[in-house]
Structures are given as C-alpha cells and as structure tokens.
C-alpha cells in the first residue's frame, strides 16, 4: 500500500495568504523529502527532513516532521501565483533492500490565485 | 545539487513497438532510479539502476517489459517494450546525491509518452 498519504488532495488560495499540506506515513522512516511538480514535468527537490530533525527552513517553505504521529507538514507562505503546482512528500525507508527507494504520496494540487 | 537530463522529452508511439529513454547525470552517482507516472497519479518506483550489475525491479515490474541499461556512473537508459496505450506514462529518472545523514534524490524533467 501508498506509504505516504498527503491531504487535502486539492488546495485552492488566494495570493498572500499561507497554504498547508500534510503527508502522513506508515513506517519508520529514515528522511522525507518534499517536491514540487509542475503541469506534469520533472521534479523540483524542495527540501529533505532527516528522522532526528523536527524542523526545517528553506525561503518561505517551512518542512515539520513528527515521528511519533508518522506525519509531516509543508507550509508555504506568502504563496505567490507561481507557487501553483502539484506537491509530493516522499519517505526514504533506507536501510537493507530499501536503500535509496523513494515512496510518493499521492500528492496535492495547489492553486495560488492573483 | 545535481543536472539530470533525459532524451528524448516527449514521443508518440505505435502499439508494439519500443522506445528507450536516456538518462544522462552530470557528476558520478552510485544509485539512479526510474519511475513512472500515469496520468493524474503520483510516481511509482520501476526499478533501481545498478551500476555493473542487474537492475532491481519493483513487484509488478519485469525485465522483459521495463529492460534498463546502467553502462557507467553517469548514464542509465529505460526501455519500455512491446508498448500498449497502458503504457502511456512520464518516465522520470532520478540520482542520490550522499551527504554526510542522508540522501537527496534529484530528478530528470521526464519523458512524456504517449502510445496510440
């Protein structure tokens, strides 16, 4: 099954305003990583979160990560028009057969608009 | 961070047919990987690219359907066999930069195909 699990599936705000997602996970992990994708192309690597780290700073992107509720957050502020994009969190299992395997969650579909 | 580059960025297909994609990273990388995503899905995990050895095929994946290439520490190429419009998908491709605790994956753009 998904090992990560993201809400809301669809987030719509106006410019300015703070937006929030949230990816939940199943196992122990050993980093998650966020991404942004837009209109179906590559990924752009956000930022990485360790498993010892609960926090973490990049910009306007705020990662929080909570081990024990298996669950981390992505907050963007000041969201701009160009933060429109579909945002992934993915577990780093690590460790024996899973070194370096990403799992995706399913992903949430921002809207900023103007 | 690391530049991935992938070739070709799109192609349209026949029903039986084979592409193959390149993958081609700008510094040497022991793990790259190759997922796939269907149409409004997220990624799924097609195999690991080994470098000298087999690639590592995820349940639901095989040789025959997804070969995969891994020549040098740069470069790995995915080949999607006898394709089907199923088949139809982004191909991305991705490489773990170490770091002293963990590793970041950074991705290719993607290949966008579509099968008729």
């Known amino acids: 099954s998904q090992q990560g699990e993201e809400d809301p599936q669809a987030l719509s705000i106006q410019e300015g305003e703070n937006a929030t997602m949230n990816c939940s996970y199943k196992?122990?992990?050993?980093?998650l990583q966020w991404y942004r994708q837009n209109s179906g192309r590559g990924l752009v690597h956000l930022i990485l979160?360790?498993?010892?780290?609960r926090e973490k700073h990049s910009g306007r992107l705020r990662v929080t990560l909570d081990t024990s509720k298996k669950s981390s957050s992505l907050l963007i502020t000041a969201s701009r028009a160009a933060d429109t994009a579909s945002y992934f969190c993915?577990?780093?299992?690590?460790?024996?057969?899973?070194?370096?395997?990403?799992?995706f969650g399913q992903g949430t579909i921002l809207t900023v608009h103007p | 961070s690391a530049v991935i580059s992938q070739k070709p960025s799109r192609d349209i297909c026949q029903r039986g047919t084979s592409l193959t994609i390149q993958c081609q990273v700008d510094?040497?990388?022991?793990?790259m990987f190759w997922y796939r995503q269907q149409p409004g899905q997220s990624l799924t995990l097609i195999a690991t690219?080994?470098?000298?050895?087999?690639?590592?095929?995820e349940s639901g994946f095989v040789i025959d359907k997804f070969p995969i290439s891994r020549p040098n520490l740069t470069f790995s190429t995915l080949t999607v066999s006898n394709m089907s419009p199923e088949d139809s998908s982004i191909y991305l491709c991705?490489?773990?930069?170490?770091?002293?605790?963990?590793?970041?994956?950074?991705f290719g753009p993607g290949t966008r195909l579509t099968v008729l």
């Open positions: 979160i360790r498993s010892n780290e």
């Open positions: 510094s040497q990388v022991t793990m």
């Open positions: 991705s490489a773990n930069l170490w770091d002293s605790f963990a590793n970041e994956q950074f």
């Open positions: 993915a577990t780093d299992l690590s460790g024996g057969t899973s070194y370096g395997k990403l799992t």
């Open positions: 196992t122990s992990i050993n980093n």
């Open positions: 690219a080994n470098q000298g050895s087999e690639a590592t095929y």
